[in-house]
């Protein structure tokens, strides 16, 4: 079938031409000039994104690789954290800080809702030694956003840190790690950032650091404080993915080109879209008021089943989208619509959908769907949404 390649995924996302091109030309050494430039520029333009003055490092890994980082550079065996459990994603969090030998207490969320601030506020005034909390920007396993700056009001005012996986939320919805009092934020490549998969990056607020220097480490890879210093120079402690680098020099250009605000209201667009569209075609949306602005999870009606739908739209569209994860992995798709995505895709994806739904039997009445959604998407572009950089 002569379709375009369509990867609507949250992670790993489509890729620019403009990235892949940068990807393509000869290797640089890592540890010259050329290449130290490269880093600087980079770093500069992280700082922004990250909305934060403190040193944003890349780390060759994905994004469970910063995790882990965070995790052992910050919390020593036997201390107590806090981790918001909304989704498979945060289970990640669970299983790092066992490995780690952290005394863990789990804040159960329902899957496709965000967290309630008062709860996590109340379980840090009733134990207040809490070295740190542990949770999702976006839970891209279910599509919900938790409401990380009305935690980080909370977190920054006592001693307890507040570490954030950013990994489908980092360049898709603000996030300014200063300004809301994030003590560590971390992303991954290959979900808004425009890169493939393979590099992580770790940011660490002030105190951070304080806390990381009473920390004994037991790695020997993941070394933050070594990383810093190297950083310092525009280099990394060990090769680094020039090739990556290089790529995300060029995207975090591009966002610089475009405006990072404009980025945002791009994703809220989109969502915007998504949301009203699988609403108009009758499918029940799985995060409803909480909700990221990258991916959109669909709950399918019973009797449909989303692995057979998810290979429908693949073979017959060439449009790839992610069934949902555990227990909803045959009831929930996860269109993605983060990165270098643009209204035609989600168009597309909204059609091979509804296309493919009918043609593996199901109904659906309307035939409107295509306009709702672009009029939605319209709409959420003029807003003059309130969009804190
Ligand atoms: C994708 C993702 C991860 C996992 O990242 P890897 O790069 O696969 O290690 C972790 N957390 C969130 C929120 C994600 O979206």
Redesign the pocket.
């Given at each position: 079938m002569l379709n375009k390649p369509r990867l609507l995924t949250?992670?790993p996302t489509q890729l620019p031409e403009r990235v892949r091109l940068a990807m393509a030309v000869d290797m640089i050494h890592h540890r010259k000039a050329p290449f130290k430039a490269i880093l600087s520029e980079v770093q500069t333009h992280l700082k922004t994104l990250f909305g934060t003055n403190e040193a944003v490092l890349p780390l060759a890994c994905?994004?469970?690789g910063a995790?882990t980082a965070a995790v052992t550079n910050l919390f020593a065996p036997g201390q107590k954290v806090l981790i918001i459990d909304g989704g498979k994603?945060a289970q990640?969090w669970i299983d790092i800080a066992k490995m780690r030998g952290l005394s863990i207490t789990v804040l159960t969320v329902e899957w496709g809702n965000g967290v309630d601030p008062n709860e996590v506020k109340a379980l840090l005034n009733s134990e207040p030694d809490f070295a740190g909390v542990l949770m999702?920007l976006?839970?891209?396993s279910t599509g919900a956003l938790h409401p990380v700056r009305q935690i980080a009001a909370i977190t920054r005012k006592t001693n307890t840190l507040l570490v954030v996986?950013g990994?489908?939320g980092v360049s898709i919805s603000p996030c300014p790690m200063d300004e809301w009092g994030i003590d560590c934020l971390v992303t991954?490549s290959?979900?808004g950032l425009m890169l493939p998969?393979g590099l992580a990056l770790i940011a660490l607020s002030k105190r951070a650091w304080e806390k990381n220097a009473t920390v004994p480490i037991s790695d020997f890879y993941f070394n933050l404080a070594s990383e810093k210093k190297n950083n310092l120079t525009n280099q990394t402690s060990f090769t680094t993915p020039v090739s990556m680098i290089v790529g995300l020099n060029e995207s975090l250009k591009m966002f610089a080109e475009f405006g990072l605000k404009n980025v945002y209201q791009k994703q809220w667009a989109l969502t915007q879209m998504t949301r009203t569209g699988v609403k108009a075609l009758g499918f029940e949306l799985f995060a409803k008021d909480n909700y990221a602005w990258g991916v959109t999870a669909i709950k399918m009606p019973v009797g449909m089943s989303a692995t057979k739908l998810v290979a429908y739209m693949a073979e017959n569209f060439n449009i790839v989208m992610a069934t949902g994860q555990d227990e909803y992995k045959d009831t929930v798709i996860r269109l993605g619509h983060m990165g270098w995505v643009d209204w035609s895709d989600v168009l597309a994806g909204l059609h091979a959908l509804a296309y493919s739904f009918v043609a593996l039997g199901g109904y659906i009445g309307c035939k409107t769907y295509c306009e709702q959604a672009l009029d939605a998407y319209h709409k959420a572009l003029a807003e003059d949404y309130n969009i804190v950089l």
């Open positions: 949250p992670g994905s994004g469970s995790m994603f990640r999702q976006s839970e891209t996986d990994i489908s991954g290959q979900k998969p």
